[in-house]
């Protein structure tokens, strides 16, 4: 499975620390490796092409394109829900790939 970070989550992840972006880095793989089969504690579906990937207290939000997919927008989780400012951005860069 072909998975593009866009270069803002690069920024995101270039700028926590060591221990969180590893682990960040960890789940890409993992996605990469076994997509949309690995377990709801490591992938959760948003909306309609839009999948949570959840290592740790990091999310990445992945937009599932065709035959790629591009994970565009993370951040730290900070409640239960997805802020309403983190669901506008991720629809905005969704525009900006399609």
Do not use: N
């Amino acid at each position: 499975m072909r998975v593009i970070i866009d270069r803002r989550v690069g920024k995101f992840l270039d700028s926590i620390s060591l221990k969180d972006s590893s682990k960040a880095l960890e789940y890409i793989e993992l996605f990469e490796k076994y997509g949309f089969s690995l377990g709801q504690s490591y992938l959760k579906k948003v909306e309609v092409s839009v999948w949570e990937l959840r290592p740790g207290k990091i999310r990445l939000f992945i937009f599932v394109k065709s035959v790629e997919q591009v994970i565009v927008h993370a951040g730290f989780k900070k409640s239960q829900k997805i802020r309403r400012e983190d669901l506008q951005v991720i629809r905005q860069r969704i525009k900006e790939y399609l």
